[in-house]
């Protein structure tokens, strides 16, 4: 065991870590290591959230009263649009698999970095570059389009930074192809001896579908930004109906990505989830290859759905049905994903850990946040819950509440590799709680808001809904503090935590058998892989018994 | 081509052909996001066309075709000239790999100035959608003179960005390190490529549609 001094860096003498190389700011500004560019995103995206979040608690301030008077119609337009941008290009989107993924990805497959380590460096400067740009817009006086940019509005009348705006999302959008492009060609080209295909963690698994997504969804996000700045910047009639453009043409180009990114921000979580339920509840992931198709199958059907946003455009009714259609039937290899995680705790040794609760919590939430998404994919309940709280709820649910408690979790969980440090255990449990009862306080009123009919992006309301939005609003209180709380003592085990062991959960996975923290180059020797992923007890111990037994004579 | 030299290694690889799969199998992956990124725009010009063919044909009758033609004969000798200089470092033939990066650079900016030229002819004859006195009032032609111009000035950037990776090759040379990274030329090659065939497409689709 290392000697117990305090200090971030401070290290036995002779002991080299990748944060004892090179201690300057240059040395981390230019640094090429996949795990300070993990820490690097990590501490951009931190400063996102609390940006986003501030503008979200504004907005739910104004909403403790039916009466506009805290802010005016138009700053509540910009607030929203503000939380909106902030929270899905910088948080959301690069949150799991820019720093979780970035750190981790290569250690799980036992590779020294990722496949283009400059290329990687660069997707970090764009990310900057990009929310220069965005708070530029902010800071001039914001945009009112909400995240969505729709035309004819944002190109021929706001009167808001939507140039700038809806170039900083240009340029952050190269940011996650860039990630995308190193994470597939790394889990392709850079797995260790060993380490085949059905042996990848389920981790690296997401990460391997969420790049693809990035890849091939991304692009079309930047042409439907550009086509924005073409409008407003140079006239040219694209979407203005007046001289024969289509507005919902922007509709379909811009879902045609917005869908798929939302399978961006969800499939990491349920690689992290997976990762740790198996390690928590000591069981090998229940069918770990239908956990892979699963994955793959969401990701593909993701690009097929995204007329469910348009219901109520004017599209054709046919397209509706199938689009319709394909949103239950994405359902279903999602709901797979959840009876395994459950099949998992089946028979398990479970250890109510931080981490675990963060994951059990996110898959409560992203159950109810999935089923009510049916709600809305069935086309006369979208009908009448369109542009309503309900919807609102329905998103927040995946998004914050799965997305969000899984990148909590994930970090909870490989805290001690990535500092080498050890947090205090009782607060990120009370933390966890605090959180998943502040989430559902916050949001699940706005269900009920939703289903009465209140429209979202509204700063006042009739008076009937007042109960609801100060119910809403505490609970927003409630899940900021929630938010604080990780960011203080996470910070203090920094500098006062105890030394982490090098496999603190007992976990399987080859990020656990180097020190803790790693090495510049991971590993003092290449690792070969012997066995499946999840091996946390033989195969005859599993439910199924006599069955499973044979495939461990198989293999 | 077991004759190439024995290429320089980056981090993280610890053998050429790994290296070298890595280097392709990433800038294909690129050029499946810019082929997406193109694909929208020629989903724009499907449905511009589709919905008002006549005036389409109309705007597209204004093309500089002369021009557009020029242009696609200098850019398809510079995809030849280019792989040319490729195949060239890779077999170690410096003077010749000179030779074709130079004339590759030559040709590519020889493009941007017809590009300029032609630019010059089409407001003379007021072809920007926004002027007052543009000649057309039908919807097609209207769109497709929006479309010439965005995707016209998407695909210099991309030359010009091409030209800018070229013009590195000439400089690896000049520091004597451009054999080693025949790599580099290689990718270098496939996106140059990529930005040719963007061309290829386009030239029927601008100057062949209206007549």
Redesign the interface.
């Known amino acids: 065991m290392r000697s117990d001094d305090t200090g971030l860096l401070a290290r036995e003498p002779g002991e080299r870590t990748y944060l004892t190389e090179g201690t300057t700011l240059r040395s981390w500004l230019l640094s090429t290591d996949h795990k300070r560019i993990a820490i690097l995103y990590a501490v951009s995206i931190t400063m996102f959230f609390f940006i986003g979040g501030a503008a979200a608690t504004v907005i739910r301030l104004e909403l403790f009263t039916p009466k506009g008077d805290l802010v005016t119609a138009d700053t509540y337009n910009r607030l929203f649009t503000l939380h909106g941008v902030i929270m899905v290009w910088f948080f959301l989107v690069p949150s799991i698999p820019a720093t979780l993924g970035n750190f981790l990805l290569p250690l799980m497959i036992g590779a020294k970095d990722v496949a283009f380590p400059r290329l990687n460096l660069m997707s970090w400067y764009l990310y900057v570059i990009a929310g220069l740009f965005t708070l530029a817009a902010l800071l001039l006086g914001g945009v009112d389009t909400g995240w969505t940019f729709y035309t004819p509005f944002s190109t021929l009348y706001s009167n808001s930074y939507v140039l700038l705006a809806a170039f900083g999302i240009f340029v952050v959008g190269f940011s996650s192809i860039a990630t995308g492009i190193n994470f597939i060609a790394t889990v392709h080209l850079l797995r260790t001896k060993g380490m085949t295909w059905m042996r990848l963690p389920l981790f690296c698994w997401a990460m391997y579908a969420t790049s693809m997504v990035m890849v091939l969804a991304t692009p079309v996000l930047a042409m439907a930004m550009l086509l924005i700045c073409a409008e407003r910047l140079l006239g040219l009639p694209i979407f203005d109906p007046r001289a024969g453009g289509d507005p919902l043409l922007f509709q379909h180009l811009f879902w045609f990505y917005s869908h798929p990114a939302v399978y961006i921000m969800i499939l990491p979580a349920m690689g992290v989830v997976s990762e740790i339920i198996a390690c928590e509840a000591r069981r090998r992931v229940f069918g770990y290859q239908f956990m892979v198709y699963a994955m793959l199958v969401i990701a593909m059907i993701g690009f097929l759905v995204w007329g469910h946003h348009m219901f109520v455009s004017g599209q054709s009714p046919f397209a509706s049905m199938i689009f319709s259609f394909l949103s239950f039937v994405i359902a279903v290899p999602s709901a797979i994903k959840v009876f395994n995680w459950t099949g998992t705790l089946y028979r398990g040794t479970i250890r109510f850990s931080a981490p675990m609760l963060y994951a059990l919590g996110f898959v409560g939430l992203f159950t109810l946040g999935g089923l009510t998404g049916l709600f809305l994919a069935s086309i006369p309940v979208d009908v009448h819950l369109s542009d309503t709280y309900f919807v609102v709820a329905h998103f927040h649910y995946i998004m914050v509440g799965g997305a969000v408690s899984a990148f909590f979790g994930g970090l909870h969980f490989w805290w001690p590799k990535i500092t080498g440090r050890l947090y205090s255990e009782t607060f990120a449990r009370s933390a966890a709680l605090w959180l998943f009862f502040g989430f559902n306080f916050t949001f699940f009123p706005q269900f009920i808001l939703g289903y009465l009919g209140m429209p979202r992006r509204y700063h006042e309301y009739p008076p009937e809904f007042q109960v609801w939005n100060v119910m809403s609003s505490t609970g927003a209180v409630v899940l900021g503090v929630g938010y604080l709380m990780p960011l203080f003592y996470l910070t203090y085990s920094l500098f006062h935590g105890e030394r982490a062991p090098d496999n603190p959960h007992q976990a399987t996975g080859l990020e656990w058998t180097t020190s803790s923290p790693p090495p510049k180059h991971n590993f003092l020797v290449a690792p070969v892989v012997e066995t499946e992923a999840y091996a946390y007890h033989d195969w005859d111990e599993a439910p199924g018994g006599a069955d499973e037994t044979m495939q461990d004579e198989r293999a | 081509m077991s004759s190439r030299p024995a290429p320089t290694l980056v981090?993280?690889f610890e053998a050429a052909d790994?290296q070298h799969?890595?280097m392709v199998?990433?800038l294909w992956?690129?050029l499946?996001?810019?082929i997406?990124?193109f694909?929208?725009?020629f989903f724009?010009y499907a449905?511009?066309r589709l919905?008002?063919p006549t005036g389409f044909a109309a705007g597209g009758h204004k093309a500089n075709l002369l021009l557009g033609t020029i242009n696609t004969l200098l850019l398809m000798s510079s995809s030849a000239t280019l792989t040319i200089a490729e195949r060239a470092i890779q077999a170690e033939w410096r003077r010749a790999a000179r030779i074709g990066i130079v004339a590759t650079l030559a040709l590519g900016t020889a493009f941007l100035a017809v590009k300029g030229f032609e630019y010059r002819e089409d407001l003379s004859e007021h072809l920007f959608?926004?002027m007052p006195d543009f000649p057309f009032k039908a919807?097609?032609a209207?769109?497709f003179w929006?479309f010439y111009?965005?995707i016209t000035m998407?695909h210099a950037v991309h030359l010009t960005i091409g030209l800018a990776f070229v013009a590195r090759l000439l400089w690896l040379d000049r520091i004597g390190t451009l054999g080693p990274r025949w790599m580099v030329a290689e990718v270098t090659t496939l996106y140059w490529h990529l930005v040719d065939i963007v061309w290829l497409l386009l030239w029927p689709l601008l100057y062949l549609v209206g007549r």
């Open positions: 981090e993280p790994r799969e890595a199998f990433g992956l690129f499946a996001t810019e997406l990124f694909g929208g725009f724009l449905v511009a919905q008002d959608p926004t919807v097609g209207i769109r929006s111009w965005l998407i």
